[in-house]
């Protein structure tokens, strides 16, 4: 029973070029969450997506970021344009469900993205 | 807007020892789920305990336990009998009404054998 399975495990990228991120969510799971780690800080929200559908993506910024789960295959996070300041480790996590508030999310190992 | 705070930076104790991290949040909502997971080097965000703000009994599994004080807005960890493989940075995290975790800085838990 594989779990969030994300690759690549570490992306390295020039400044100007772009970044694609891959998240398989668990068997069964609908949702998709992406979370980015900065370096000594705890994660935080950028996008929420169902099937086809993106819910929330409020703490994705408005440039250069897009992500989508299509109906088949992996949700993909996409950065256009990478920057030094993009250098993170990115976070999936899916669930079951959305709600309710007790759903567990379940993490992949990250993807860790370089930008030299 | 929920915050979260993790005070202490790092932690150490010694094996086989019991050590308590610290966690606490700021919210309006009274129906929320508090959080623990803890990240090896290996970077895979595993959860260790999770707490309802509803109920008033403290989580416990195996070796760790939560003190959990609603009113005082207060969710500490406590490890017993720690292990080397304890060592990670353990993160707090809340969650609300909105589906979105908010998540502390971390603690980097330090194992002396």
């Known amino acids: 029973n594989a779990g969030v399975m994300q690759n690549p495990r570490h992306l390295v990228r020039r400044r100007g070029q772009e970044a694609r991120l891959r998240c398989s969510p668990m068997k069964g799971h609908s949702h998709v969450y992406w979370y980015r780690q900065l370096p000594e800080e705890g994660l935080k929200f950028m996008v929420y997506?169902?099937?086809?559908?993106?819910?929330?993506e409020s703490g994705m910024p408005k440039e250069r970021f897009s992500a989508e789960f299509p109906k088949e295959g992996p949700s993909i996070l996409r950065i256009q344009q990478v920057v030094r300041g993009d250098s993170a480790a990115y976070f999936c996590a899916s669930s079951p469900s959305g709600l309710p508030l007790n759903s567990p999310l379940h993490f992949g190992n990250g993807t860790r993205l370089t930008v030299t | 807007a929920q915050t979260v705070t993790q005070s202490q930076p790092e932690m150490s104790v010694q094996e086989a020892e019991t050590v308590t991290l610290s966690c606490t949040y700021d919210t309006s909502e009274s129906d929320y789920y508090l959080f623990w997971y803890k990240q090896p080097p290996s970077r895979q965000m595993i959860l260790v305990i999770r707490q309802e703000a509803y109920k008033q009994q403290n989580a416990t599994e195996n070796r760790f336990s939560v003190n959990f004080q609603k009113a005082a807005k207060s969710f500490s960890l406590k490890i017993s009998d720690s292990q080397l493989g304890d060592a990670a940075m353990y993160f707090c995290?809340?969650?609300?009404?909105?589906?979105?975790?908010?998540w502390g800085a971390g603690t980097k838990l330090i194992i002396k054998p």
């Open positions: 995290a809340y969650r609300g009404s909105n589906y979105q975790l908010i």
């Open positions: 997506l169902q099937k086809e559908n993106i819910i929330d």
